[in-house]
């Protein structure tokens, strides 16, 4: 089993400690980059993948653990989009 497949295992238990770095290793080996926009960016990061799928999440802070909420938001996001099988 891959590192990524491992990770995408962890994203679909929902877990509650899952950072934020996990998360953008999870949406890079789906082909997702983040974009950089402007000098202060916030909070919201937007990430795009090759074929012009965007999905907008909230980055942690100030802790790097991943809310509950988002998690969900990218599990539905990558079963709207066929790259992960519905539950």
């Known amino acids: 089993m891959s ?3 491992k990770l995408l295992g962890r994203l679909l238990s929902k ?3 899952l950072t934020w770095d996990e998360l953008i290793k999870i949406l890079a080996s789906f ?3 983040e974009i950089k926009k402007g ?3 916030g909070s919201r990061r937007r990430f795009v993948d090759h074929n012009n799928n965007v999905i ?3 980055k942690p802070h100030p802790l790097n653990i991943v809310k509950p909420y988002v998690i969900k938001q990218v599990i539905e996001h990558l079963q709207e ?3 992960i099988e519905n539950e």
């Open 81 to 83: 989009r066929g790259q």
């Open 31 to 33: 082909g997702y980059e």
């Open 3 to 5: 590192k990524s497949s």
């Open 39 to 41: 000098k202060t960016g």
């Open 15 to 17: 877990p509650k400690d």
């Open 56 to 58: 907008m999440l909230h």
